[in-house]
């Protein structure tokens, strides 16, 4: 099973200013909705309003949030519940956005929150949550100064640290042999998520990150008497699936910059300021892809073997008429079908209506999202 797959945004990320306006008290028994007035800040405009929503939501539901907040795994329920923040907003209002000195933004909106569809949804993903379990993830970044590369990496310590903070659970980087670093290495460089794949599922994890990270130097300066050195980084940072390599979410990073008296100094400047436009992007992506799975949507992938063309086009058509299912996709090879089936039930679920529906399929293994399977011809 999926011993699966977003604490706030950093200060450092995100410095938010926030003023409530109730028009409900949102802890009095009953209240269903609320109208809260709030300050949201983020690396861009999008970010800031995303934000803001999602403070809307805290605030809103904040008495019954704050009561569960002794409760096991509660940063992972309560990041997963505000991932999704923009659902439980029913109207929305933006009363002013701009942008600051040092580029980011504030957005301020006037927000109508549903509490009555926080309280059920913290519900149904503690439920969820109780039965799958944490989800695992590995993460690894490629990362180099001057083409040099690092031991330790900046960008993928704020990632792990911020996953860390909201519940998940992660591969210890220590775990990982010098061959497993090498082949990751090697991976990432050629872009061969199946390499790392193989890698993520020998230590259990449900979920992988990947990507590099790089700073160069640019033309040295002296200001002032005092010669300065500049450094700029980017990043392009991917996330997996671990059972089907589907990729979840592809950010690049846009170019930041670092200036210190020694060079390394900026250089780690210019990639720390690369992982706060990264880190939360990667964690958002996350906990987006996580609701959708505890919910038992998305995609679902089945695996025939033992079965000729004509029979896999058949089985095609029969999977197009489950109710759970919306859209079906097809790749046949040497005997072996492929089906890609867009559900909203879990593969668990899925793998017992085709069996019950299928006489001619032996399902042989169930995971997540993945199902296994033999055709066994006419009976």
Known sequence: MFGLPFRKCLAAICFLCVSAA????????????????????????EEALRDAMRKAVEQGAGTFIYSHSQTKDYALVRDTVLARAAGFIQNRTVLSKREMEDGTW?????????????????GAVTTMLQQIGRPKIMVFINEKIDGRAEQD???????????????????????????????LEAAVAE???????????????????????????????????????????????????????????????EPTRGVDRVGRSAAKKSLDEQAKRIAPRVRFDILRFWQDALSGT??????????????????????????????????????VAEYSLQSDVTAEVLAEKIAE???????????????KAKFKGSE
């Not at 109730?22 to 405009?45: H, P, R, S, W, Y």
């Not at 310590?157 to 042999?177: D, M, P, Y």
Request: net charge positive.
């Open 22 to 45: 109730v028009a409900q008290d949102a802890g009095q028994a009953g209240a269903k909705v609320v109208t809260i007035t709030v300050t949201g800040a983020g690396m861009d405009e």
């Open 106 to 122: 504030e957005v301020r909106i006037k927000a109508e929150v549903s509490v009555r569809g926080i309280q059920d949804a913290w």
């Open 153 to 183: 990496s900046t960008v993928q310590t704020r990632i792990e640290n911020l996953l860390l903070a909201s519940g998940f659970l992660l591969v210890n980087r220590e775990q990982l042999k010098e061959i497993d670093k090498k082949d």
């Open 191 to 253: 872009d061969n998520p199946a390499k790392v794949q193989a890698v993520a599922k020998r230590f259990g994890a449900q979920l992988f990150i990947s990507g590099s990270a790089n700073a160069a130097a640019g033309p040295q300066r002296v200001v002032s008497g005092v010669q300065l050195f500049p450094y700029q980084a980017d990043a392009n940072i991917k996330c997996y699936r671990s059972d089907t390599a589907q990729l979840l979410s592809s950010i690049p990073g």
């Open 298 to 335: 998305g995609e679902v992938q089945l695996h025939v073997e033992l079965i000729t063309f004509r029979q896999s086009m058949d089985l095609k058509k029969v999977l197009e008429q489950f109710k759970n299912v919306k859209a079906v996709n097809r790749r046949f090879s040497n005997n």
């Open 357 to 371: 529906a299928i006489t001619n399929l032996e399902i042989t293994d169930v995971s997540q999202n993945v199902i």
